[in-house]
């Protein structure tokens, strides 16, 4: 009966729209009989944006403007009516008179929607309230909407639908706006500066039969005029430096390169990439030209060299630091690789520090992932990390005083990689080994690895001079400058699942986090589930059995709605519909799994796990449930990452990274219940009590609600 009510609310609303719209459509055919048909409009001359009449209110005051834009609010008040109209740099509002524009026009106004385009002549005044405006003389339709735009697209949850729908979200997000225009000032800046330095843009194919310069799996397709397979590039280097082989010496190139990847918060598929080569200088001239760069476009597009994200401050106007690799690693993982012999060492290493490695990696490849693991989230102020292994680049100049060494460096910020660059190889011998030892570790199941490029190998031969070359990841450089927390912030357009994908997908494609059910209903009547091919999420699969799992109580549902949660690196929020009137919001630690767009839609299983006989030790905190001891495994800690030690109990939940959000204090006491904190993955179900114990004794909490954990495939 629930779910009989939710469809019957769902079709009004439907329905309700349909409605709405088709008086649009109405109103639209109405204006076309009447010869008013604002499709046949194919120009209208614009004086002025709303934020130049603003700024410049004292000369233009009482003077004639034209503007043009989007209406977003109308109020109707007799004879008189306001309208705000939004164009480019924001909104300025119109007044409109019976008695100044005409009855047949006035009466044409009152029809018009929230969304229609408008063009208005009229002359700039104050009104009573001190807001400036136009007194509307003309009003033109340009443009009628047949859509309904959100009532308040900043409350929208849906983030999918704001990525797919980039147009809405740019009309009712001036935020969204204002960053796409930051962008677009980011890439002119570059183009200024670089030209300002002797630099000459150049373009260089896309579709390529060996996709090299960087290590990642390309995109591949078919040329059917030529009958002939083809890759889509995943770097722009190796057609630049055959330029400065034929003596352009200072070359740079931005374009979109394509990268058969993952996604998730700083990676998208296609992406923008800025690549520079300078001969006659090294990686150190790199270094310098990185810093002014950087520096420019800051004071270009914030009017700043601090720029903030997220919680960390970075400044550009000191000197960036310098490190070698080596001297990081010692730094931050008090290890000394230049005290490890070899390779077999390095692995032993590995293995004690618990680092995944695999069996083709050297001592260099190693390096590196002490590197990843230790190292890039320190570095949050502009940092070069220099001197790479020569494992890790195929394509850069080794050091004379140390050939296990190449001379290369790496731009770090807030922890991310902005750029990289090579004092590059320019010897084609050596690059025909460095060639040769890429083919063996893509024999060896590399298939990020790079392959021989005889007509490169070619160019080297005829020679190029020493060179200097960087790449500039330009999205991320767009992240850091505008503080946008993800990649398809960036983007206009990010690269989506295509929403009928899953109808074109087998039964047995693989699934949201949960099993697959061939079905669209969320009743788990009419289900037939078969536990033997359910999959436990990797998160839990150390401490959850698959017995305990199969016994556990099962609903199936379907995801409604899935976003990240704030400031928290693991956690995904999900609104859940079991089949009932009440919706269930559930917190899982799967987003290194999932992004919320891959889930959104998807019917899953939904399963309660029973904790409350366990008893978990997080650091110096334990959460008691009975008498029974339960070693929790590391992994687990690291899910709740307890961020510092505190001395009460509401601290400390405070302190649990991704809980905070939906904490609220109703007691101040410390035997006060949490009532808010519902829906925490792993910690139990309806708990009457737990303690947790710190240094100054036991602190009770004493209600969780509704602990439901997403479990599945």
């Not at 400036?132 to 909407?145: G, N």
């Not at 922890?415 to 060896?444: C, I, T, V």
């Not at 699969?541 to 949660?565: H, L, N, P, Q, Y």
């Not at 991704?658 to 219940?673: I, M, N």
């Amino acid at each position: 009966m629930a779910e009989q009510n939710n469809q019957q609310k769902k079709g009004g609303q439907q329905q309700d729209a349909n409605q709405l719209i088709q008086v649009r459509y109405d109103k639209l055919h109405e204006l076309q009989a009447n010869g008013k048909n604002p499709f046949e409009i194919t120009k209208y001359d614009v004086t002025h944006h709303s934020t130049d009449i603003k700024d410049n209110f004292e000369s233009l005051e009482g003077q004639e403007v034209t503007v043009a834009g989007r209406m977003m609010f109308k109020r109707v008040m007799g004879k008189a009516s306001f309208c705000n109209v939004q164009d480019l740099k924001g909104r300025i509002q119109a007044y409109v008179a019976r008695d100044e524009i005409g009855e047949e026009s006035y009466a044409d106004f009152k029809k018009y929607d929230v969304g229609d385009i408008l063009g208005i002549k009229g002359k700039v005044f104050k009104t009573q309230t001190g807001e400036i405006s136009i007194h509307a003389q003309e009003v033109t339709l340009l443009s009628k909407s047949l859509q309904i735009l959100p009532e308040k697209y900043h409350g929208l949850t849906d983030t999918d639908a704001r990525y797919r729908q980039r147009y809405v979200d740019l009309i009712m997000n001036e935020d969204v706006k204002d960053t796409f225009v930051k962008r677009s000032k980011v890439i002119s800046s570059i183009r200024r500066y670089l030209d300002g330095q002797g630099f000459m843009e150049v373009e260089t194919p896309m579709l390529v039969s060996n996709a090299g310069g960087a290590s990642a799996r390309p995109f591949e397709t078919h040329f059917n005029a030529l009958n002939e397979d083809l890759k889509l590039r995943i770097s722009l280097e190796l057609y630049l430096k055959r330029l400065i082989v034929g003596g352009m010496e200072r070359v740079y190139e931005i374009g979109r390169v394509f990268r058969n990847e993952g996604l998730d918060t700083r990676h998208n598929p296609e992406f923008t990439l800025m690549e520079l080569y300078q001969a006659y200088t090294d990686y150190h001239g790199m270094m310098d030209l990185t810093e002014n760069l950087y520096r420019y476009i800051a004071k270009e597009v914030t009017g700043s060299e601090i720029l903030t994200y997220g919680e960390h401050t970075m400044d550009l106007s000191k000197p960036f630091e310098r490190i070698t690799m080596v001297d990081a690693v010692k730094k931050y993982a008090n290890i000394d690789f230049n005290e490890v012999p070899d390779t077999a060492a390095a692995k032993k290493l590995a293995e004690e520090h618990h680092i995944e490695y695999e069996e083709r990696h050297e001592k260099g490849d190693i390096l590196n992932l002490f590197f990843e693991e230790y190292v890039e989230e320190h570095l949050i102020q502009p940092t070069f990390v220099m001197d790479h292994p020569i494992e890790i680049s195929p394509l850069t100049k080794m050091k004379p005083e140390d050939p296990n060494y190449v001379e290369r460096f790496e731009f770090f910020m807030n922890g991310w990689e902005m750029a990289n660059a090579y004092s590059e190889l320019n010897d084609p011998e050596d690059q025909r080994r460095r060639f040769e030892a890429q083919e063996k570790a893509f024999a060896a199941g590399d298939e990020e690895a790079n392959h021989t490029d005889e007509d490169f190998l070619n160019a080297l031969a005829i020679g190029m001079p020493p060179t200097g070359g960087i790449g500039f990841g330009i999205d991320r450089m767009v992240m850091m400058m505008t503080n946008s927390p993800a990649i398809r912030d960036v983007l206009l357009f990010p690269t989506m699942k295509s929403l009928d994908s899953d109808k074109k997908s087998s039964k047995t494609s693989e699934a949201a986090p949960a099993a697959s059910v061939p079905t669209t209903s969320v009743s788990a009547e009419s289900v037939q589930l078969d536990l033997s091919k359910v999959k436990i999420e990797p998160l839990f699969e150390e401490f959850v059995d698959f017995d305990t799992f199969a016994k556990s109580d099962f609903r199936v549902v379907k995801i409604e709605a899935c976003e990240a949660v704030p400031k928290s690196k693991k956690l995904l929020k999900f609104t859940l519909n079991d089949g009932t009137d009440k919706k269930r919001t559930i917190l899982s630690g799967i987003h290194e799994y999932y992004e919320p767009e891959q889930l959104v839609g998807k019917t899953c299983v939904a399963t309660t796990i029973f904790l409350q006989y366990k008893k978990f030790e997080l650091g110096k905190f334990t959460f008691n449930f009975s008498r029974e001891t339960y070693s929790i495994p590391e992994k687990l800690v690291k899910f709740f990452n307890v961020t510092k030690t505190t001395d009460n109990t509401m601290n400390f939940l405070k302190n649990v990274d991704g809980l905070y959000d939906f904490y609220t204090e109703s007691d101040k006491s410390f035997g006060g219940s949490i009532k808010a904190l519902k829906n925490v993955t792993g910690i139990g179900k309806n708990s009457k009590a737990f303690s947790i114990f710190d240094k100054y004794g036991t602190k009770t909490v004493k209600t969780i609600e509704d602990v439901v954990g997403l479990i599945g495939g």
